[in-house]
């Protein structure tokens, strides 16, 4: 998969530690959408360091948690919150690598549940893996609850049904 066959889902939130631009001490990561997968490429910092210059597992299940947020707000057109999360660490990740990260909807269990897919890989090298069951909101209920700055929910327009 290559990023100049998908769209670019632009997140406009200046302090999420996985997806916004502006955090210094964040992943920066940014999306791109196929049919019916989201996509990532990065390469972790040398400061989410774990033991001797591996990624530390933490840092492994946060950029598994935005693949799959970000492709349930994609491919489901709602705000989502993580409710379980299951990680199976199969290979080593180094700090400084380059990495392809890949989410995807597997199953709508309920009217606001949904169980979502992530992977992380390596040159093709499945690294790592998760399954998530997700809460789903509507614009309505985020707006209600102050789960996102209005801004950062505008700006989802063009994926949300807002």
């Given amino acids: 998969m ?13 302090h999420c530690f996985g997806c916004s631009q502006q955090n210094p001490y964040g992943l920066k990561m940014r999306f791109y959408a196929g049919d ?3 996509c990532s490429w990065l390469s972790v910092p ?13 840092v492994l299940s946060t950029i598994l948690d935005e693949i799959m947020s970000w492709s349930a707000i ?11 999360m299951t990680v ?28 979502m897919e992530g992977r992380i890989y390596k040159d093709d090298v499945l690294c790592a893996r998760s399954r998530g069951t997700f809460a789903m909101f509507t614009a309505k209920a985020v707006k209600k609850m102050n789960i ?13 049904d807002v």
Avoid: A
Avoid at 2 to 14: A, F, T
Avoid at 101 to 110: D, L, N, P
């Fill in 2 to 14: 290559k990023k100049e066959n998908l769209q670019e889902i632009i997140s406009r939130d200046g």
């Fill in 74 to 84: 994609h491919n489901l057109r709602h705000v989502v919150m993580t409710k379980t």
């Fill in 46 to 58: 040398e400061h989410l360091c774990g033991w001797n210059g591996i990624v530390h597992g933490g």
């Fill in 88 to 115: 199976d660490f199969l290979k080593p990740v180094y700090i400084g690598e380059d990495l392809r990260v890949e989410g995807r909807v597997i199953e709508q269990t309920g009217k606001r549940e949904v169980v």
């Fill in 148 to 160: 996102m700055p209005p801004e950062v929910l505008e700006g989802l327009g063009g994926v949300l």
């Fill in 36 to 38: 019916s997968v989201v």
